[in-house]
């Protein structure tokens, strides 16, 4: 069975950069593409972006600028850092696994319980 | 860029069929996936490419697609089936995933 857990600061300060870790278990990461996406509170939700096997990546391009994400294999996880954050970016942050094909569209299959991150002073 | 609308709040007896929809300009085109939300939980995913279901998850949960329309229908609901419910696509023009803003469903 596919399990992703996120970890992170559950508090970030204004202007600083939110990282967060997902670690996968249950299946390698490597030939899967992987999926950040966020919800604030009491909103629906959002697509960050995906992280392709490749190492390439694909992001909102609403959040292009502030973004990264990469793939460690040997610790079979997944990172994103968000730079100069403010309190928009306050969200339940998840990590999934990407299912499908590009041609027939993406999907996300298997999803971590999510993370709380609040930017706040 | 591409939005899709659902209805906030959609409401159900148990053992009824309910019917969530997603309104896209020409959405008939693409391939929409949707997910159930409980309180507290992730997403799940429940249908793919407009009409699959993933291992695991009931038959009673079934979806079409077609000109500006897709749509999540849940037969013979159960109190089990609360959730927040939410549609996908890819969106060409921007380049992003796209998801609807999420219906409730409450069983009465």
């Known amino acids: 069975q596919v399990q992703l857990q996120e970890s992170g600061p559950g508090l970030v300060k204004p202007s600083e950069t939110l990282s967060l870790t997902c670690t996968v278990s249950g299946d390698s990461i490597s030939g899967h593409h992987w999926s950040w996406i966020r919800q604030p509170p009491g909103k629906g939700l959002e697509w960050i972006g995906y992280?392709?096997?490749?190492?390439?990546?694909n992001s909102n391009p609403s959040l292009k600028s502030r973004l990264t994400t990469s793939l460690d294999t040997s610790k079979n996880q997944i990172s994103l850092k968000l730079s100069s954050v403010t309190a928009a970016d306050t969200a339940v942050y998840y990590c999934a696994r990407v299912g499908g094909y590009e041609s027939s569209g993406y999907y996300l299959d298997y999803w971590g319980q999510g993370t709380l991150v609040t930017v706040s002073s | 860029s591409y939005v899709l609308t659902q209805p906030p709040s959609v409401s159900v007896a148990p053992g009824q069929t309910a019917r969530i929809t997603c309104g896209g300009n020409k959405i008939g085109s693409k391939n929409v996936h949707w997910y159930q939300q409980k309180p507290g939980q992730a997403p799940v995913l429940v249908v793919y490419?407009?009409?699959d279901r993933p291992s695991g998850i009931p038959e009673r949960f079934s979806g079409s697609n077609s000109g500006n329309t897709a749509t999540l229908t849940i037969s013979r609901v159960e109190a089990g089936d609360e959730a927040d419910y939410y549609c996908?696509?890819?969106?060409?023009?921007?380049?992003?995933?796209?998801f609807g803003g999420g219906t409730k469903v409450t069983v009465l």
């Open positions: 996908q696509v890819w969106d060409t023009s921007s380049d992003r995933e796209v």
């Open positions: 992280i392709y096997d490749s190492g390439s990546t």
């Open positions: 490419d407009d009409s």
